[in-house]
């Protein structure tokens, strides 16, 4: 599984020739960062990276405040036809995104949002996946916890913020993982909806290093190990409530 990540790298350090000798190089005998001076120099990558990072980190944040109350809602609160709801509500996770896209489209340009920053981060902050983590997460917190706290006088909001969301930390790290990752990634939703340089992020920007008649993969291959450093940081950040999380995502009512 790792030697493609490690052929990525090896192939970040040849210059051009080196790319295409035959036998391939694992290690290159004459490693050059000219690809990551180049890579850096000729395309705004830190202003890429930037717009990325803004993208990823508010979807993030957004997914996980909204996934949370509505798991919250699901799992904690009780109002007619809230099973039947929830039902529905995860069905929608059987419809393709590629059907949902025009119409997120058409709505983004109906409220002027289309090349903004707005359009990339708004539609990802609502996730049926992340309300579905967020439910499991909640229904494993005993019940007796959350009568104590109504007995002392809190509100829901209170339990929810101050008994159940100290509780599902590991929950809360696996789904920023993964926002994270899938925002990160995203390449077709910002290309649809974005079209100045400007905004672009990583994978729009790595996709301009493909050249029209051929591809400089020593110059690609650069930008890609720039691009999943923060993932890769992320990852070992969070690592250990990830793990805790995967456990916890098993639990049923």
């Not at 916890?145 to 913020?161: I, K, N, P, T, Y």
């Not at 729009?204 to 290093?209: I, K, N, P, V």
Request: net charge neutral.
């Amino acid at each position: 599984m790792i030697v493609p990540f490690l052929w990525m790298i090896s192939t970040s350090l040849k210059n051009s020739g080196a790319t295409m000798v035959f036998p391939p190089e694992f290690i290159p005998s004459e490693p050059t960062t000219e690809n990551y001076q180049e890579v850096t120099g000729q395309f705004p990558m830190m202003r890429f990276l930037w717009n990325s990072l803004l993208v990823a980190v508010l979807s993030t944040i957004g997914q996980i405040i909204f996934s949370a109350m509505a798991g919250y809602a699901f799992a904690r609160m009780q109002f007619k036809g809230r099973d039947k709801i929830f039902l529905l509500y995860l069905a929608t996770m059987m419809v393709p995104t590629q059907v949902t896209m025009i119409p997120q489209f058409i709505l983004m340009k109906e409220f002027g949002w289309l090349d903004t920053y707005q359009a990339m981060i708004v539609p990802t902050m609502f996730a049926v996946f992340g309300t579905f983590l967020m439910r499991q997460a909640m229904l494993s917190i005993p019940r007796e916890l959350e009568e104590a706290a109504f007995m002392d006088g809190a509100s829901h909001f209170r339990v929810f913020l101050n008994v159940c969301m100290p509780l599902i930390k590991p929950m809360i790290a696996t789904l920023g993982i993964f926002t994270f990752m899938q925002s990160w990634n995203n390449f077709l939703w910002p290309l649809i909806v974005v079209s100045s340089r400007d905004l672009a992020t990583l994978p729009l920007g790595l996709s301009l290093l493909q050249g029209r008649w051929g591809t400089d993969w020593g110059l690609m291959m650069s930008g890609v190990v720039i691009s999943i450093v923060p993932i890769l940081a992320v990852y070992l950040f969070a690592q250990k409530y990830f793990i805790q999380g995967m456990t916890m995502s098993g639990m049923k009512e």
